[in-house]
């Protein structure tokens, strides 16, 4: 008995199947030939023939008859009855051989009822054929279909059937449960059929029209170019707009933004009172730097180059700033805190901002910040309003033309707070990295990425500078020059750009090394080098005149021409005055513009003990003055007696900022013991100092801006705290070496310096 081995095709009773000649003889091992009976197996799973073993099939099976073999080379195969496969045994020639027992079935089908419900399913197969290609082969096919095992037969490589639920239907012993599955089986098969085929033709529908919608786009698109070419003046301003629009490289959110704008500019027509807010918007929306522009190759000696280049000096800033640029070369984005340049007016700090863009090979932006009190003037305004704008940053962004500029936000110590919100707490969501990859100006209203930007913020001072924004920021100090710092950098940077804007060829103007000077000391009074460029350029003006007048001559400016040349007395610079007076101490001050004397003046006039304080610096002071006074009595008191029948009178000049107050302490003590005991303090002679009540003098800030103050000021002499003498590396030599600083630990070390008796400040009994 021949076996064979079936994988996917129904095998029912019954019914019939049709197989290629040459499977059924690769099966079997023989000829086609009408009559020979085969068993037609069902594999569990899709094997190849030489992995199949024993257990590869179902128990049951169906045993047939050929019952033809026709010349196209195909078999019809009768299936007549289930077989029970009851021993199976591998042969060594891949084939098998069992011993089969007959499975009968229960014959409960009705046979009239079986004949109806096959007619309506064979209807059913052929209205689904209806006005298909094949309906005639069908149709004649059709006509063989006796019962519903054939059309399972014929049907069974559409119904997408698995192994399990065939093998379920040859299973079942009872005809009637047989037919009524397989009756479901083929009407569910035919209408998944049904349902597929109309998903499937109203996706296509719905891709041809999008294809077409596509291909017109594309059409009105080039068309309307080949016209805009032909007349580019004819190009109208929306049209303008649009081809901006869908070039810029925007992200999703802007685009979407943009093309509702353009349709309600398109929809209004131009000469609607919005035209012109909606075209301004969208004009600015298009023109800025959405696409990313490619971050360029950064070379450490480069950057050194350019930040030498324009800046003499700031050897410790430009040394920070080559650490940040390397840190940015390395990971490719700015990390870590913003800098922060503090420092007075004029030492560099937005043109060395200047020089990092350079040195970055990056496009360099200045927003000022000084003044700035609403929140609209970082964020800018919602668009609703008439004259509404963007912010500063987006303003500066457009400005400059590209996603990756140094931004220099100037003055972010001139920053308040007003009532129309709070415009730090704005700049710090600008700032942070977190946050500004979507920034979001009102007027824009669409999220712009601000991560690339390089930000750099400036200041006079850090006492203003909101504490939030403060801890973003890594503070670099700018501290001021010395004069021969300042003379180094008119001879190499000043003079030469001031005759270069005039337009004097070098060579034709000389300026002496005492006229530098005597600008420096007479003309200018500052810590940074603002005003000694604006003498210098005034300088370079009128030697113009005379170049022009006289082409032939080369100008020499020697020191004692410089009057001359200024159209401008000298300023007045205070100078330590030459007599001395008990009660009168010279101070120093840091101010934001650089370091300043002051003169602590004390007086005792008739009363019953009463302190008054005058001056700018109020309230501090007023503390600092009660420790004073305490202080003194305590180590003075025979003549600290004169409190009690006098009124004290303290003043301090204009000129100090209200941190000075502490500061001012030793000066106070000393003043005040100066003044009852009579003895008088030189006037060069100078101090700075925090005091406390048990007589220490503690350390202060600024020290630098403070002993170049002094020794512009003509002070010989100074005392500073102690602990303040690791701050003396900072201060330039020459400024060292022009001053004897002395530093104390204690009140009474500086009283006894100075040779005023007293004694030490050791708490009285009560
Ligand atoms: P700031 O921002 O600190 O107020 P600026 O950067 O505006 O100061 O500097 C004022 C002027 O002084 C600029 O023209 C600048 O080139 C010049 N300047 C400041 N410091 C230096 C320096 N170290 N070397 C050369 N020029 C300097």
Sequence with gaps: MAQMPLYNTLTLPGGRIWLRAVDYQALTGKAPAAGERITLLMQKED?????????????????GVVAEADENGFVTVELQNRVHIDEIVRLPNQTFSMSLSRRPETEDLDPAEAQRRLKAVKDRILSFAAGQRWEGFLRSFAEHWDSLWTVAGAMSPWLHTSVEERYALLEKDSLKERFDALERMLL????????????QSAQREDYEKLYRESAIKKQIEYLQKELDAMHPENVSEIRRLELKLEEAGMNETALKEGRKVLNRLKGEGSSSPEAGMLTDWLDLL?????????????????ARRALNAEHSGLEKVKRRILQQIAVLRLKGRQSGSILCFVGAPGTGKTSIGESIAKALGREYVRVSLGGVRDEADIRGHRRTYIGSMPGRIIDGIHKCGT??????????DKLSASYNGDPASALLEVLDPEQNFSFTDHYLNVPFDLSDVLFICTANSLDTIPEPLLNRMEVIQFQGYSPLEKRQIAREHLLPKAMAAVGIPAGKLEVSEGAVCRLIEEYTREAGVRGLKKRLDQLCRTAAVSLVERPEETLRV??????????????????VGESARPGIVTGLAWTPVG????YIQTLLTRGSGKITVTGQLGDVMKESAEIAVSLVKSMLPEQAEVFRDHDLHIHVPDGATPKDGPSAGITLTTALASLVTGFPVPPEVAMTG????????????GLPEKLMAAQRSGVKRVFIPRENLQDLKEVPEEVRNQLTIQAADTVEEVLSALEIPCRPSIPQAI
């Design 47 to 63: 094997q190849a023939r030489e992995d199949l073993t024993e257990k590869s099939f179902f128990p049951l099976a169906v045993a």
């Design 188 to 199: 569910e098969g035919l209408e998944m059929v049904d349902v597929q085929s109309a998903a």
């Design 286 to 302: 298009t023109s800025l730097p959405w696409k990313k522009a490619e971050a360029r190759e950064i070379s450490m000696e480069e």
């Design 403 to 412: 996603s990756n500029p140094v931004m220099v936000l100037d003055e972010v």
């Design 558 to 575: 020697e020191a004692e021409d410089v009057p001359d040349y200024m159209d401008m007395n000298p300023v007045h610079r205070k100078q």
């Design 595 to 598: 370091g300043d004397i002051l």
């Design 690 to 701: 925090e005091v406390s009540l048990s007589g220490d003098v503690n350390p202060i800030g």
